[in-house]
Each structure stands twice: as C-alpha cells, then as structure tokens.
C-alpha cells in the first residue's frame, strides 16, 4: 500500500466515525448523472486503416457529496462511481481494431477500452473516493480529483470523464485571493477503468512515465471584473511549466466584452533533457525523428464580445519554441487549458501561429429558451516539421454546435446536443478528419 492509499484510508475511518454528525449528512448532496454519447470519426484521406471510428454507449455518473462535520476541523467524504455500457462498437470502427481485424496498440478505443484482440469491452466502470477537511476557509482532499486548472484540466470529452488520483489544498482566507495546490499520482482516462503513470506525447509508451505531478497557484481578484492568474506546474522527469493569465470583463455599451490573455513558459526537466524514451513531440533541433526535450512559449489572447444573446469573439496565439506544446497526458484523450483547444485539434504545435473567429447565439433572447447554437473556426500555420520541405505546413478546423435543454414540462433539463467538426491539414503523415458526436444528458437528484 502506498503513502497516499494509506492516508485515504485514515482519512475515511476518521470521516467513518463522525458520519452521524450534524452537517455531515444534512449538507450532503447525491445526483446521477445519464449521458447518451454517440461519435463517428471519418478519416478522409490516407491509405491507412481504419478510415472510420465509430462507438455509442451509455454512461451512468452517481456522485455523492458530503457536507463537513461539525467543529474547529470538519471532515467529510466524497464518492464517485463511474459505469459506461457499449451500444454500438462492432466492426472494428472503436479505433483500435484495423480493417483486418488486426488489434491495435492502445489502452482503449475512441470511447471504450480494449479487449486483448483490440475490440471494444461490453462495459467498464471504476469507484473514486476522497476524504477532505475543511479549517476555516481552507479545505485539504485526498483521493479522487477532478482540478480544472490552467496547468491541469479533467477531461470530459466522452462517455466519462477523466479523474486523477492524489491530494489537493485549496485557501481562501486572504480576501479575494484563492490558492491552490497538490500532487498528483496516477490518471483514469476517460476510456479505461485503470490508473496509470502519466506521460507526454512523443514519450514511449508504457515505458517513459511519471508518477508525480506537482501543482500551485493561485487567482487574484484585482477588481471585480479583473482576475489575475499565476500557477505552476512539474511533471517529474518530463516538463515544468509556468503560466501567468489576466482576464477582464468591460461594460461597452449594451454588451460586455471579455479578454482573456495567457502566457506557458515550458523547460524540459529531469530525463526529458537527456533520453530519448522521455523526449517530446515536434522538437526539430534534437533528432532527425522529430523528438527532443521540451523548449515552448506560447501566447495567446481572445477577446469575446456579448450583447442581446450574441457572441462575438475572435483571438491570436503563438507558439515558439523548439518542440510541440507539452501538458498532463497529452496524446492520451486529455485536454489543455488553451483558447485553441478544440473538438479535433490543440493548435499547439512548434512554431504555430493560429488566428480564430467565434460566434454564438442564445435563442432565449426570441423566446426559445434552452436552445443555443455556435461555430469556431481556427487556422494555424507555419507548423514545424522534420521535413524541410514541408516547414510551413498548415491546418483549420471548423466546430458547430446546436444544444438544446428542455425548460420545462416532463423532460426539464434533459439535453441534447450534436457537434459537428471538420479538419484538414498538410501535415506529414496526418490525416484528414470529419466528426460528429451526439449526446443525450440528463441529471436526477437523489438528495
């Protein structure tokens, strides 16, 4: 048993044998959460198999949130239990099965994991625990995290979501200032029942990994409409990362026009400067293959318009630097805090420059509440690549959405959204993508 498994376990009989406290209970909240996730990847171009991913499944989500126990150190304890059932996954469409039948070489498919012959699990499920204290305005938790922050983001892309293992603390006693930090052991992906190390893209797999990822930061509320933002973070033998934001919201008019500007330093660290099993994607000065340690600076700024339901917004970013964008799990169905980070693409490749344009509508403003529609559009180019001759490259991606939750009636609150992306490019070896996903969502209070 290790440290942290160990001080889980602790941490739940303390919480165990206050349970019947007051607060404990009466603060608890529980809700099960249904999403209905159905995706088909068409790759357009290449020779390569398969030409098309394909997966529908239902997914169950039941929470259980604890309030505190009374006292100067309340304790409590937080549940997640995660279940995901194949609808649909033959043929070999899950994404790692080839035409051939062939299994492939990932953990998992689009949506499920794999079996030992590539196909897709009929189900999968996992349990996540944390046990937290709370003192004043500061709150510890240990067990099963889900931080969404600009140096680590829970994914929530599929079926279910991603989760971390580890202990975190979060403070708010200085007024306007919130602080945060932890570490960070293992990751479940969202498509597997497992924790494993974590990694970055280029890195071998399941032979270059970390287990400890190290966090801190903190938000600075200037004024109420400006927020500061500084946060660090390591993953142990692969990257460190700093990150320094400032968002700040401005009545123009009848509307409010929203900036949002960033800024990752990222540095190699440990085993990533030296050994290539731990060298990251798209550095070009290293090796002739394209790997190498990680050397990136990336900006970015979007500015985002509102008035009378719609949205205008448009943004810039760039990434310099001699190899891709480095963050937790890349490459492995994870996301990153970036205003480029997108249905298909990241946008976040060496020497990348990417303009965007946004657009959205809420249909309450005519009398359809519930009803919202949107498109993205983002190109990026002078991409680097091993090749000299394709140096240069480039690639777009266009997202619509159409969401939709019922107001009122029987079905209040059910949802259902479709998303629909197209991406093409010319970089080596990369194919062209088109993708739609549609999701049925509905969530149900137990308490």
């Known amino acids: 048993m290790n440290k942290s498994t160990l001080a889980l376990a602790v941490a739940v009989g303390?919480?165990?044998?206050?349970?019947?406290?007051?607060?404990?209970?009466?603060?608890?909240?529980?809700?099960?959460?249904?999403?209905?996730?159905?995706?088909?990847?068409?790759?357009r171009s290449g020779a390569a198999d398969p030409s098309r991913n394909e997966e529908w499944g239902q997914g169950f989500d039941l929470r259980f949130i604890s309030g505190y126990t009374q006292g100067t150190v309340g304790f409590g304890i937080d549940a997640i239990g995660l279940l995901g059932v194949r609808l649909d996954s033959g043929g070999g469409t899950n994404g790692n099965v080839s035409a051939n039948g062939s299994p492939g070489s990932a953990y998992g498919g689009t949506v499920f994991p794999s079996e030992s012959n590539g196909e897709a699990v009929d189900?999968?499920?996992?349990?996540?625990?944390?046990?937290?204290?709370?003192?004043?305005?500061?709150?510890l938790k240990l067990g099963t995290l889900q931080p969404k922050l600009?140096?680590?983001?829970?994914?929530?892309?599929?079926?279910?979501?991603?989760?971390?293992?580890?202990?975190?603390?979060?403070?708010?006693?200085?007024?306007?200032?919130?602080?945060?930090?932890?570490?960070?052991?293992?990751?479940?992906?969202?498509?597997?029942s497992n924790n494993e190390q974590m990694s970055i893209g280029g890195a071998s797999a399941r032979t270059a990994n970390s287990n400890k990822f190290i966090y801190a930061g903190g938000d600075y509320k200037i004024t109420k409409d400006l927020t500061a933002q500084y946060y660090y973070g390591n993953l142990e033998d692969f990257y460190k990362q700093h990150f320094l934001g400032l968002v700040h919201?401005?009545?123009?008019?009848?509307?409010?026009?929203?900036?949002?500007l960033r800024y990752f330093n990222?540095?190699?660290?440990?085993?990533?400067?030296?050994?290539?099993?731990y060298y990251s994607s798209g550095n070009y000065n290293s090796t002739p293959n394209g790997k190498?340690?990680?050397?990136?600076?990336?900006?970015?700024?979007?500015?985002?318009?509102?008035?009378?339901?719609h949205t205008f917004g448009g943004g810039y970013q760039v990434s310099n630097g001699s190899s891709d964008f480095p963050w937790l799990n890349q490459g492995d169905g994870s996301s990153a805090y970036l205003t480029t980070d997108s249905q298909i693409a990241k946008f976040a490749r060496a020497g990348e420059r990417t303009w965007q344009a946004r657009y959205s509508y809420d249909f309450a403003k005519v009398g359809v509440p519930g009803l919202t529609a949107g498109m993205v559009y983002?190109?990026?180019?002078?991409?680097?690549?091993?090749?000299?001759?394709?140096?240069?490259?480039?690639?777009?991606e266009r997202d619509l959405t159409v969401g939709y939750v019922v107001p009122e009636g029987p079905l209040k609150n059910v949802g259902l959204m479709w998303k629909n992306a197209t991406w093409r490019t010319n970089i080596p070896g990369q194919r062209d993508q088109d993708e739609n996903r549609l999701i049925v969502s509905y969530s149900i209070p137990l308490l």
């Open 266 to 277: 990222s540095s190699d660290d440990g085993l990533n400067s030296n050994t290539p099993t």
């Open 123 to 139: 189900n999968f499920s996992s349990l996540g625990l944390t046990a937290k204290a709370k003192i004043s305005q500061t709150e």
């Open 378 to 396: 983002l190109h990026g180019d002078d991409i680097d690549t091993r090749s000299p001759a394709s140096t240069g490259s480039s690639e777009w």
């Open 150 to 192: 600009p140096v680590i983001v829970t994914n929530d892309g599929r079926l279910l979501p991603q989760t971390f293992q580890g202990g975190q603390i979060t403070s708010g006693e200085i007024k306007d200032l919130t602080l945060i930090g932890g570490q960070i052991e293992h990751v479940k992906g969202r498509n597997s």
């Open 14 to 43: 303390v919480v165990a044998q206050q349970a019947g406290a007051a607060g404990f209970i009466e603060d608890s909240k529980a809700t099960l959460g249904l999403r209905n996730f159905y995706i088909n990847t068409d790759n």
């Open 292 to 309: 190498g340690k990680v050397d990136n600076n990336l900006y970015s700024g979007l500015f985002l318009y509102t008035v009378a339901g």
């Open 249 to 260: 919201n401005w009545a123009i008019g009848p509307g409010v026009l929203k900036s949002d």
